[in-house]
Each structure stands twice: as structure tokens, then as C-alpha cells.
């Protein structure tokens, strides 16, 4: 038996056009012997301990030859041409014969490999000689994640040879985040999470300057617990702008608890987009309105508790659980929830003594019950304030429940309702009603008509 093998073969041109055909004409070119072949066509994807990792696109069983000169060309002569519509997706792509006999007709076969783009121009021409197996140099040769910054898993890596280049990726997220030694705020690093469902038994701590990025939410699912409990982000002042966060992937498993006040991170900062998370978040500040969370775009399956913490949330959505905000002693908290809204209750915590929790602002937010767990586990608004500490809610019209389904506690807490100047503006059909100036709101227009009959 011979392997006559193409090793891997760049499916585009200079031009960027990518092959959609490919043509594989094998000859036997003994003139006495007849030989066998098999054709196997495969796709290179990511190098293994061999230089390459292959997966079979198409495989054709085995062809016979006769010697050369004894007829025309047919799967019964010395020639056979094999068409094969190649995948929009392969890029590059190897053709490898196995031939028999050997010694004998198995050893006289020589291979052509071209394929074409949709116009008919050829892309890329390859020719096997007798007896030669190819081990050309591998396809892949991108440089080191500590020069592209990107560290890469997949589910074709491998943890002990791996070094989370895109030519030889990481199997698991815990291998990814522990190969990473000079994250700082001038060198921030991007793990690329391949599809599937990672599962890993231990908690991984985030580093300081390092992103999770997936496939999507619906490809890449982590069932791994995170924490920030990583040196990489303590501090002992305000000296570091230390970022990370995840985007375009599902966080499945409990808990996902990032304090910085345990790991003593002043100017910490997390942002969340377009993740799916399951468990209830917990975020814990040290400082100031420095200690920042950002979610955008993203759904909560059971909602988050913020414990100080200065929190962004634009256009999320929030499917059920709470979203609670405690006040803190030595910080303040700040919420800003924009756009979206929740299936469930905001409940605000505030202690006497504590800083107040501002600004609080609730902006087209919609606060709705949810039908599998009714009210009053959903669709309240709770404001549980105290009489020696301000606590004003600012919130729009669209964001308010019923008003059965607030609840606010304290003499100094109050909710300031923010109304779209749109919804509620005030135009008068006969200026010649009011006295100058006309009013512009409705409830400047209320205002004025129930001081006009007043008592009411």
C-alpha cells in the first residue's frame, strides 16, 4: 500500500476567491500493472500532534486502474476524474490516496488536484507524485496569544499541547485564563470560546483585563462558576483601569459572585454583552461609583443583587427573579436601568446610617408580573427606606406598576416620576383658554386648573 497525500491546500487565490469545485484525476502510469485506489478528501481544520487535524469531507471507495494505454478514460481504464462540491466553509482542504498493490500497480499512480471558483477559473493546482507522502510545513502558523492577544478554546484543543494560538487551541476555559501572565489595562486579552457546552468542576477567577467572547448565546454555554478572586486585580489606591467581562455566550452554573471588596479592587470594572446568564448574579463594590457593572443586551434568568456598585443596565431583560440593591455603608451605590425591563421585582434596601443609594433611575423599564410566579413575587416595585436618609426613585411613566404594586417605606423616600416629554406633553387647541404662558405639560395644565377651583 502507498499514501499519496496533497497535505493541506489553500482553497483561495490572491484574489480572495474560494474554490467551490474540486476535481481529483488519478492515472496509473505502469504500463503492465493494474493498481486500486481510494480517495479521501478532508478538511484541515486545526493542527494536531501531526501538524494538522483532518476531517473527512468526502471519501470514495476504491477505484481500479487498469495499466496505462489499455482504454479510455472510465473507472475501468488508467484514468478517473472525481468531481466534488466542496462545502462554502473549507478553506483549506487536503486529497489523500491509499493504492495497492505495493509493491506493484500501487506504486504507479500519479494524482492532479484543482479546484474552481462559480466562474470556472481555476483556484488552486496540486499534483501528488509516485510514492511520495507529503508532509509539507502545516497550513497554520499563527503567532502566540502573548503577541495577538487572543487566547482560543475549542472543543478540537488540547490542554497539554495546546497554547491557545488559533493553530493550537485550549480544551477548557481554566487552561485559556491560566496561560494568561501580562493582562494589564494597556494589554487586554479576548478568550475565543468555540461552540459547545463547557463544563468545568472548579470556580475559574477572572482575571483583571480579560473578556470571554463565544459563538453566540445559543452555541457557546459555559456550566463553569466565576469569581474575581484573582491577585490580578487588587490594588491599593485608584491606579489601575482594570476591565473584563463576557460577550456572546451563556453562563449556566452558580455562583457567579464578583466582589471587589474581598479581592480589594478600587477601580475594578465588569461589563456583560449579549450573555445569557441562569444563576442570580452578586456584584459587591469597594469604593465609590469607580467600581462599575455594565449589562447590555443581555437576558437574566433569575436576576442579580448589586451591593453598592455603580450598574448600567440598557436594554436587558430580566425573565424572572429580583433585582435587589443594597446600600452600602462606606460607598455609595448608583442604578441607571435603561430600556427592557423585568418579569419580576426591583426591591431597594436602604440602611440607616448607610450612603444613598443616587442616582436611581428606572427609564422605560417595564416592572411586569410573571404569570408563573404572580404577584406579589413579581411586578412590585419596593423601596425600603428610612426616615434619616433620602432615597428618591426617578422613573418614567412606562416603567411603573400598578399602583396597588408599590410599596416605598420611609419619611425621605419618595419616587420622582420622569415623564416622556412625547407622552405628555400639552399643546392647547385654544390658547385663548389660559392665561399667558400656556401650559406645556399635562401636569403643568392640571396643576393650574386645580389651583383655579381650588379646594377640590
Known amino acids: 500500500m502507498a499514501v499519496y497525500d496533497t497535505g493541506p491546500v489553500v482553497n483561495t487565490d490572491a484574489g480572495g476567491r474560494i474554490g467551490k469545485r474540486l476535481f481529483v484525476r488519478v492515472e496509473n502510469i505502469g504500463d503492465e500493472e493494474p493498481a486500486n485506489v481510494r480517495i479521501e478528501v478532508y478538511q484541515v481544520t486545526q493542527p494536531n500532534a501531526k501538524g494538522y487535524a483532518q476531517q473527512i469531507i468526502y471519501a470514495q471507495n476504491e477505484v481500479g486502474l487498469l495499466a496505462f494505454g489499455s482504454s479510455t478514460t472510465s473507472d475501468s481504464g488508467p484514468v478517473f476524474e472525481l468531481p466534488v462540491r466542496l462545502p462554502l466553509q473549507v478553506k483549506v482542504f487536503g486529497v489523500r490516496l491509499t493504492t495497492s498493490p505495493d509493491p506493484g500497480g500501487g506504486n504507479n499512480i500519479t494524482a492532479t488536484v484543482f479546484t474552481i471558483d462559480p466562474q470556472g477559473n ?71 470560546i468555540g461552540p459547545g457546552n463547557y463544563t468545568e468542576t472548579d470556580t475559574i477567577h477572572l482575571k483583571a483585563n480579560v473578556q470571554l467572547i463565544g459563538a453566540s448565546t445559543l452555541l457557546t454555554r459555559l456550566s463553569i462558576s466565576f469569581d474575581i478572586d484573582d491577585p490580578s486585580w487588587t490594588e491599593t489606591g485608584f491606579q489601575n483601569d482594570n476591565r473584563s467581562g463576557f460577550a456572546d455566550l451563556s453562563l449556566l452554573t452558580a455562583p457567579l459572585d464578583f466582589n471587589f471588596r474581598t479581592i480589594s479592587s478600587f477601580s475594578g470594572k465588569l461589563f456583560f454583552v449579549s450573555v445569557n446568564v441562569s444563576p442570580t448574579m452578586v456584584f459587591t463594590a469597594l469604593t465609590t461609583s469607580v467600581n462599575q457593572v455594565n449589562i447590555r443586551d443581555s437576558m437574566l434568568f433569575s436576576g442579580y443583587t448589586q ?149 377640590v
Not at 497550513?139 to 493553530?167: H, M, W
Not at 416603567?399 to 400639552?426: C, K, Q
Open 307 to 455: 451591593n453598592g456598585i455603580n450598574m448600567v443596565m440598557f436594554s436587558s431583560f430580566v425573565s424572572s427573579g429580583n433585582i435587589t440593591i443594597n446600600s452600602q455603608s462606606d460607598t455609595d451605590a448608583q442604578v441607571n436601568l435603561v430600556g427592557g425591563g423585568i418579569n419580576g421585582n426591583i426591591n431597594i434596601n436602604v440602611q440607616s446610617g448607610h450612603i444613598p443609594i443616587d442616582p436611581l433611575n428606572i427609564t422605560s423599564f417595564a416592572i411586569t408580573e410573571n404569570i408563573f410566579n404572580p404577584f406579589p413575587n413579581s411586578g412590585a416595585l419596593n423601596v425600603n427606606g428610612v426616615d434619616d436618609i433620602f432615597t428618591r426613585v426617578r422613573i418614567t411613566d412606562d416603567s411603573i406598576p400598578i399602583r396597588s404594586r408599590v410599596s416605598i417605606v420611609g419619611s425621605r423616600t419618595s419616587l420622582v416620576r420622569v415623564n416622556d416629554a412625547f407622552g405628555v406633553a400639552y399643546t392647547p387647541d385654544d390658547p385663548a383658554d389660559w392665561t399667558d404662558p400656556d401650559p406645556t405639560t399635562v401636569q403643568e395644565a392640571l396643576d393650574r386648573i386645580a389651583a383655579k377651583i381650588s379646594p
Open 122 to 192: 481555476v483556484v488552486d493546482f496540486q499534483r501528488a507524485l509516485p510514492g511520495e507522502i507529503n508532509t509539507a510545513t502545516p497550513f497554520c502558523t499563527e503567532p502566540l496569544p502573548v503577541a495577538t492577544q487572543i487566547v482560543n478554546v475549542n472543543k478540537a484543543g488540547n490542554d497539554t499541547t495546546g497554547d491557545g494560538s488559533e493553530c493550537n487551541p485550549f480544551l477548557t476555559v481554566s487552561a485559556a485564563m491560566a496561560s494568561i501572565t501580562d493582562a494589564t489595562p494597556t494589554k487586554r486579552y479576548a478568550i475565543f
